[in-house]
């Protein structure tokens, strides 16, 4: 998400660079359209500071009418993959996890079954099932994998303006989903405290002979100064430690900030001070109740990924890539992907692709663990 302050150094630090118009994308003439969907991304290296810089193990194609958010990963009988939502064109973009390459693209605009309106957070569960937040539509959308089959749709009766989700099973059959809606007054004003209390909403999903039930289980947020999200999008779960944590996009006071599963402020944030942008996308590498919260600091030039140690909230490192900017989603797997035998972290680039990096060396440049031993 990119609030009116941060599109517009954006949209200048792009026109600085002489890569694309400043205006709204959806607007591009229909002269210069095919020019401007092939333009190449700005290839900014990061600030003379500590920061180490990671070459990507690959950028995918870069497509600026797409943009691109996401993603999520997808282990598929034919090989690993990346799913990534295209919110300008309303589809689906599926990448090969290995190479970059674009597999295919998925849906189209509409309001009915299996069609899109705005897609933006995406997930996939069980590398059987796809989630799908639609912005635009004020719901979730549920696909049957390989197939992208539609099984249905949840939460259009309480989403007022739908972001980003994450989800876990706490029991067998049923899926606990988190859902942050990032409502908003006239004017696209934020709420005062006393309205922060629904900014997530939790359901409870279940498929059963091919048929999706739902229902809502929870709303929550707080609505004191201190534990309040007043901008919202990116929400990352920790079943294991019973805890969420969810990015505090407000430019003002941006950092992240941890909740108990049933919606309780603990009290303790994390990234103040070191996110100096706009926090966004959030990943978790795990080793059993271990391991490392990777935090984005969002910039159209300075782009960083921090990491912090998930039980006590210190700053372990950082890292920005050669190329990558600009990231709202992204995505982790520990698994291997190709050659990358340490797993993989992947990142929306520029609104217009996506990029990979190594965990390896990831771990490398920051002091982080490469593997969760035995």
Known sequence: MHSTRHLTSTVCALVAAALVACGDKSQVDSEDAADKRTAAAPK?????????????????????????????????????????????????????????????????????????????????????MLLVVERDNHRVQAFSLPAFTPLGTFGDADLKNPYGLAAY?????????????????????????????RRVRVYDVAVRSGKLSSSLVNSFGDTTAAGAIRITESIQLDPANKLLVIAEEDETDT?????????????????????????????????????????????????????????TLTHVGAFRGKVTNTTDGVALTQRAVGPYTDGVFFTAHFDAAISAFSWTEIAKATGARSACAA
């Open 44 to 128: 900014v290296l990061a600030t003379s500071d500590s920061v180490p810089v990671i070459a990507e193990a690959w950028v995918s194609a870069v497509d600026t009418l797409d943009n691109v958010d996401g993603p999520a990963i997808w282990f598929s009988a034919e090989g690993p993959r990346v799913i990534a939502s295209a919110k300008a064109t309303d589809v689906l973009i599926v990448y090969d996890a290995v190479t970059g390459a674009t597999i295919r693209r998925v849906g189209k605009k509409g309001k009915g079954t299996g069609e899109l309106d705005r897609p933006n957070g995406v997930l996939v569960v069980g590398d059987s």
């Open 255 to 311: 950092q992240v900030k941890e909740y108990t599963l049933d919606g309780r402020f603990t009290g303790r944030t994390f990234g103040k001070g070191l996110i100096t942008q706009q926090a966004e996308g959030i990943a978790l590498w795990q080793c059993g109740t271990r391991g490392y919260w990777v935090v984005t600091d969002q910039g159209p030039v300075v782009n960083t990924f921090h990491l912090f140690d998930r039980e």
């Open 169 to 197: 099973a706490p029991n067998t059959g049923t899926l606990r989903v988190y859902v942050t809606d990032n409502y908003e007054q006239p004017e696209d004003s934020v709420p005062p405290l006393s309205e922060l209390g």
